[in-house]
């Protein structure tokens, strides 16, 4: 054999999982398989001769599924006889393990004084080795930890047990799991608990033919001793044992986590629950009950006589056990609250229901949703409620029962005056039921309350339907109220005479419906205030509606609210309407030709927006000429889409023809107007007397705009003008300076949203100032710095343009631009966005600040970049030492051979720091990009820089010379935070020594 290193170990074990094993050659993989018994015998012997070499120092031995031989007992002999620290001996799975062989070892474990722990298990024990530990356990008082487990036990053994136990007074823990003992085993285990008083822990789990009795019995006798059982089902074996022998137990809810019991744990529950005293709340919810189980528990209520609640609901199986169960409880003369929900019940088990509200006097609430009585099984619970005098709260939700169980239950429940609340939600009443319920509900003293869908709808329908003088206000807004529920409701206005307030938000209403409707008010005296925002009405039934109400003094409430009011009275004759909004209604035909009508005639209105956009050709005709013939408007807002011949004819004759006409909007959506259309409306408001004019969004060529601005030219009276959303050319923007020119009255004008150029912006607000009024543009601000940046204003030092997204920077801007940037000194940062110029436009631009010695900033975006405007900020780069930032973000990348000058040009300047310009990766970006980074030492002090930065880097300088040369006496926090400056400045400026030297 080969020889082994030597050991120190205090814990050997051999099996199938090596633990602390002398060497790895003892271990073997069970995943190759287990070893043939020659080869077991030999590692054994292995083993144990290993054990041998420093015996006194083992405090543990493990043997697992080996076989013994004569030598390997032998030696373990020797090895148990001078094993003096030995405190744990097991041995496991050896079933080859003779008596004698086992006597012996026994004799052996006997000196050994500080053995505390014996395991032998799955030794298949004979009765005479089972006497030989027992006299170990008498003669070796140390061991007080004995585990059997796995030894298929007889009864004869557990009487050798039971002997031995009785004289052996030390032992404190047995494990008997594993040795397959039924109850008859297990009251022998109870004797030996009784034989010694010193066993305070026992182990049976895994012996499942042990009633849960004896396993109460077993938990209460090691509770007395204050100790403790391990078995199968513990949890409900100790709630049992509470239950039987503690008077605290109350409650006890088997919904909550996974208990997983077997049909003899739930049966010696319902034994247990016989005779308890304590528990008056019991919930076994969702717990797959077998019918066996039930029986038990209904046999168990029979003689229980204080539970109070009890809760079975889905238990699929209650509706095979539902007639022995319905009797139990029909019988208890204390149980108050039974659920019984999601337990599959039918109609055919409705009658046992039935039979126990017949014959229950307890019981106050039940539970019975989610299970499928129907119509049929609500009839016949609801016969049982006639005669009932205990239940008040009956839940019947989802149960599939119709109109016929709602009918049903309302009558029997005409007559009960006990109960009090009835949920029955999520079933198929229709509005018919709902109604019966509600009559019933509100008939009955007390009230019924009732817990369903639109319950208050349903209320509020029948005490309308009884005329209740105390409802004055009915909601039903959104209830899906139609079909016979509607039919109810129409009925019941008609004769209603205490109703004042109706609210029908959200209901649909057809054609058929919104007449029986408009009729049923029309009975009805006493309705005055209706809304119907949100109702599915045609617009023409609103009016007929509103102007109904209004006769009678009372209002109709509809999104528009007040303007709904105004067309009304409009309707209706008023003179005393002034003002008209029907801008975003949803209006029908009918409806519109009304209102052109009664704006036709009415001789009040002074105010009319109007949305034309939307409606037909001849639609639009009949208003524009209910418009035209109207001679008090005074304002009017129009929004329609591009007028055709006939709505041309009819604007020429409104303006021409309105003497009173004021002020007109007229925002004409989505498509360009021809130059006839723009010659037509021009002629018109040529022709008119308006004082204010907007024309919004209106596309139309240069030649059209030409043209309109002509016809205003025209306009003497005119003081207001708006023009929003229209482009202008150049030239069309000299025309609307040329109309505003000749408009001596004109003091406002309106532009936002128009593109107009910057010259014309400037030379309108000129215009308009000098009139002592004012223009609205959106570019205020610019005109006012352009005004400074002419003048050379000291105070303009930033000027930003941007320019019109669509349209850039227009020709007649960009000279003007130039011109006054040639001559300007004090500009320092300039920025031209969205101007849409080509590469030598930008060139002039940038020449144009060539000039300027503070200029420190410039910016270029959304313009073209190409060789001729990168040439100028080369020279611009050249001619400057005060440029810190140069931004040319172009409209497309630059090439390597137009970037050329800008590497020479910044190899010469000593300014810039931030170089923005699209360019592709290669040599020259690269180059750009180091020349930026070799920043001279002047840089950092250039203005541009906070005065505290540069104070910072002249004492950071200052102090690493002094430090060189002269050594000052500073601390080492401040050496830290100078050397941390210096560091994060060299990084960024490789070549300061030598810059500094120069």
Known sequence: MASLPPLRPTSLTWGDIPIGSPSKNYSWDPSNGPPSPEALDVKLMRYVDELQRNPEQLQTIEISERRFNVDAVSELLDVLSEAQNLETFVITKCAHLKDNDLEDLCN??????????????????????????????????????????????????????????????????????????????????????????SISYLDITRNVSIGVPVRVQLLHALKLRQGHLLCDDYT???????????????????????????????????????????????????????????RALATALKHNKHLKHLNLSYNGSVRVGCKHLCGAIALHPQLEAVKLSGCELSSNEAIHVSHMLEETKSIAYLGLKDNHLGTEGCCVVAKALGVNRSLKTLNLSNNHIDTTGARALASRLAGNRVLECLPIFRNDFGWEGLLALATMAIARDPVLILEMERVETAVALARMQNNDATLNHLELEYSGLDGPGMDIFLQSLQANKHLTSLDLRGLHFDTGTGERLYAALQANKSVTHLRLDGAELPFSFKLRLARLLQRRGGVVDDRQGHALDELVRLLNGDKFVTSLDLRGWTLDDASHKLIAKAVRLSGSLKHLRYDLSLL?????????????????????????????????????????????????????????LSDEGVQALATALATSCLTSLRIEFVGMSQRGAELLLAGIAQLSTLTDLGLHGISWSSESGLALVEAVEALPSLTSLDVVNT????????????????????????????????????????????????????????????????????????????EVRAAHLGDSDTARLIEAVTSNPNLESLLFEDTEIDAISIRA???????????????????????????????????????LFNLRLRLPRGPVARRLNKLLRITPWRWFLHPHFEPEFRQRVLLIFALQG???EVGLDVSERILEQVCLHLSQLELRLPQLPRLLDE
């Open 108 to 197: 052996a474990l006997e000196a050994c004084s500080s053995l505390r722990t014996l395991h032998l298990e799955g030794l298949t024990l004979s009765e005479a080795g089972c006497g030989y530990v027992m006299d170990l356990l008498v003669a070796n008082p140390a061991i007080v930890e004995l585990s059997l487990a796995r030894n298929q036990l007889s009864r004869a053994h557990l009487r050798v047990l039971e002997n031995g136990l009785a004289r052996a007074d030390a032992l404190q823990s047995l494990n008997l799991s594993r040795n397959n003992l039924n109850t008859k085993d297990a009251e022998h285990v109870l004797q030996v608990l009784f034989s010694t008083d």
């Open 236 to 294: 409900l074996i100790a709630l049992l044992e509470k239950m039987e022998h503690s008077e605290g137990l109350a409650q006890l809810d088997f919904s909550q986590g996974h208990w997983d019991l077997d049909t003899a744990c739930w049966k010696g529950f319902a034994h247990e629950l016989r005779s308890n005293k304590s528990l008056v709340s019991l919930n076994m919810s969702n717990c797959e009950l077998k019918p066996p189980v039930l």
């Open 616 to 672: 037909s050709a001849s639609i639009r005709t009949v208003v524009l000429d209910g418009i035209r013939v109207n001679k008090s408007i005074e304002h009017l807002t129009l929004q329609m889409h591009t007028p055709d011949v006939q709505d041309r004819i009819l604007l020429e004759g409104m303006l021409a023809g309105h003497q009173s006409l004021k002020q007109l909007i007229l925002r004409i959506m989505h498509d360009d």
């Open 755 to 830: 593109c107009v150029s910057l010259v014309n912006l400037v030379n309108l607000t000129d215009i308009l100032v000098a009139r002592g009024g004012a223009l609205a543009s959106g570019f205020e601000d610019t005109v006012a710095d352009f005004r400074l940046l002419s003048s050379n204003s000291p105070d303009c030092q930033h000027f930003e343009l941007i320019c019109p997204p669509n349209d850039g920077l227009y020709q007649d801007s960009l000279d003007l631009l130039c011109q006054v940037l040639k001559t300007n000194t004090n500009l320092a940062r300039l």
């Open 873 to 911: 900020a080369s020279d611009l780069l050249s001619s400057t030492e005060r440029l810190v930032t140069l931004e040319l973000q172009g409209s497309s990348e630059n090439t390597e051979t137009s970037c050329q000058p800008l590497v020479r040009a910044l190899k010469r300047n000593r300014s």
């Open 962 to 964: 002094l430090l060189a």
